[in-house]
């Protein structure tokens, strides 16, 4: 059959190459791709949020189902689009997928589901949620230990985390003007939760819940956790910080509940549910939900799974997921480090010249997944993005896969090329 992937980041590469590799899948389209989708599979120069085009793409091309990469045309409703013109597709409904595009959504759905999560409120103006800072804490010295979040989607940008009460009136300001538009026009204030974060991504069909390889991803730019946050500069998986208890525990406490709850609340949830989780004192707790697979995680994970995943996204598009059974993953953990251009998260360039892709790509155990790249009007592969590529790498452990990366990602080189040399150090702290 032919399938359709829907993005153009490191995570459509992913799932683009190992759709491939499945045995009933025949040609793999991706709109609109990179120049790593390119040469695994087939680019189709459709913008994501072009729906009428996607699906007359679809009926020409006889594309028997589509899996939908990114969270942007999921919150436009691509699923509910698909689902009129009877083409089969992977993903939540635009109404199901305010769980990720609207944070009051998801918090008060957490709250009336039990799910354990940060203590918020929700403020519909600035002068209000500024009004609540001074009142509870009127004291310009101490701690302030909040987290000011937009509402609305704001490519991870819309959180920012606080210790002073200046700097969490500066946040609400901020995030409440005009830089963020609608996706700022309610604000919510958290407590700040302490402890190490982790991923636990699932899938579910809205009965069956299938949980994936726990995984950890660095969201802040630099070494040691410092500097601004990204969308991610690296992942690895399996994490310790998740195990068999744990899982059972966001299985039960955090996955089935949240399931429940947006089926109560008429919002049948099927495709990826990726909860964002920090490890406090008291227990895991949800610090965001997602509803699409995230990226990098996606990268080691899929390098990992050794299950057909046409398989798995058949099951759940057809509500039959319970007959999949456990998945069956490679035993070697794997780590992804992400190579961006220069200024990224800042401002960057591009159209940089890269090199020595075929030497990453000759190594054993090792698959350089594309990001923001294109090629240029001489064929050449250059920089189109600012986080350019995910290197990904298996090992006999952690360590091993942690070298191979890095051996692969010191062949690769373009102007102002650079990575965190740290990636999945963390793991060994466990
Ligand atoms: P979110 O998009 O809500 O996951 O937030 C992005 C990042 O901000 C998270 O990965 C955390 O590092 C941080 N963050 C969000 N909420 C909290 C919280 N309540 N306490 C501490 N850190 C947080
Ligand atoms: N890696 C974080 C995300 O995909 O949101």
């Keep these: 059959m032919n399938v359709l992937v829907v993005g153009n980041g490191g995570r459509e590469h992913a799932l683009a190459w190992k759709l491939k590799q499945s045995s009933r899948v025949d040609r793999v389209f991706v709109a609109p791709g990179n120049a790593g989708t390119q040469e695994d599979a087939e680019n189709v120069a459709i913008d994501p949020a072009d729906f009428a085009s996607l699906v007359k793409f679809c009926r020409q091309n006889q594309v028997e189902l589509t899996v939908v990469g990114p969270e942007a045309p999921l919150s436009l409703g691509i699923v509910d689009a698909f689902r009129t013109e009877k083409l089969r597709i992977f993903g939540p409904s635009k109404s199901a997928a305010q769980l990720e595009a609207s944070k009051v959504f998801c918090k008060n759905l957490l709250r009336q589901a039990d799910v354990p999560t940060a203590d918020y409120q929700v403020f519909r103006s600035a002068d209000s949620a500024k009004r609540f800072i001074a009142d509870r804490y009127p004291s310009d010295t101490e701690d302030v230990p909040v987290v000011v979040k937009a509402d609305g989607l704001a490519a991870g940008k ?28 309610q604000i919510v204030i958290e407590e700040r939760l302490d402890g ?22 660095h969201k802040p730019a630099y070494d040691g956790d410092q500097g601004p946050n990204t969308g991610g500069m690296g992942a690895y998986c399996p994490t310790k910080l998740v195990d068999d208890k744990v899982m059972s525990f966001i299985q039960e406490q955090v996955l089935v509940p949240t399931v429940h709850a947006l089926k109560r609340g008429r919002h049948p949830f099927t495709g990826v549910l990726y909860a964002g989780l920090i490890m406090t004192n008291q227990g895991p707790k949800v610090l965001e939900y997602n509803v699409r697979f995230g990226d990098p995680e996606c990268q080691p994970l899929l390098m990992r799974l050794k299950t057909d995943l046409m398989d798995i996204i058949e099951a759940t598009v057809d509500g039959r997921l319970d007959e999949i059974g456990s998945l069956e993953w490679d035993p070697r953990p794997s780590v992804c480090v992400v190579m961006a251009s220069e200024g990224y998260p800042g401002s960057y360039e591009k159209g940089h010249v890269i090199r020595g892709l075929r030497e990453a790509a000759a190594m054993p155990d090792v698959k350089v997944f594309h990001a923001g790249t294109k090629r240029d009007s001489d064929g050449r592969i250059v920089t189109a993005g600012g986080r350019v590529l995910g290197v990904t790498a298996m090992g006999d452990s952690i360590s091993a896969a942690k070298l191979q990366a890095y051996k692969a990602v010191r062949c690769i080189r373009w102007d102002g090329a650079w990575c965190r040399k740290d990636i999945s150090d963390k793991a060994l702290t466990y």
């Design 196 to 217: 190490d974060e982790a991923s636990v991504i699932a899938i579910t069909d809205g009965q069956t819940i299938v949980t994936l390889s726990p995984a950890q991803d």
């Design 158 to 185: 819309g959180v920012i985390v606080c210790s002073k009460r200046a700097q969490a009136m500066q946040a609400i300001d901020r995030l409440s003007g005009n830089e963020f538009g609608t996706a700022g026009a």
